[in-house]
């Protein structure tokens, strides 16, 4: 089992950057893979990001690429995800959630899932 807690997120105007951290109590976090998702209003989770266990191998949406990088330090039991030149239609709840390896695209491949954190860009 691991517990995943993210933070970060806020308010920001159009262009901004915000980064979101993804922390985790587990002595094992560089076990999992982790991955990035967002929810907006109305819509269906998103896949937005994801990272490999050792941080070597890393997959982005087509719509945040080149403006969003994923990173992680295993040594603090934490993955961010800065976010670079913000829309508003990235404003969504945004989620991380880890597995044994997985690095995909598809929600039902990760097994531990946060509470999400709020990322509002205003125009």
């Excluded at 979101?20 to 094992?28: A, D, E, F, I, V």
Aim: with cysteine; hydrophobic share 30%.
């Amino acid at each position: 089992q691991v517990a995943l807690v993210e933070s970060g997120g806020g308010l920001v105007q159009a262009g901004g950057s915000l980064r979101l951290s993804c922390s985790s109590s587990g002595r094992t976090f560089s076990s999992y893979a982790v991955g990035w998702f967002r929810r907006a209003p109305g819509q269906d989770r998103e896949f937005v990001a994801t990272i490999s266990k050792s941080g070597e191998t890393t997959n982005y949406a087509d719509s945040v690429k080149s403006r969003f990088t994923i990173s992680r330090d295993n040594a603090k039991n934490t993955v961010y995800l800065q976010m670079s030149s913000l829309k508003p239609e990235d404003t969504a709840v945004y989620f991380c959630a880890a597995n044994s390896g997985y690095i995909g695209t598809r929600a039902l491949g990760y097994d531990y899932w946060g509470q999400g954190t709020q990322v509002t860009v205003s125009s």
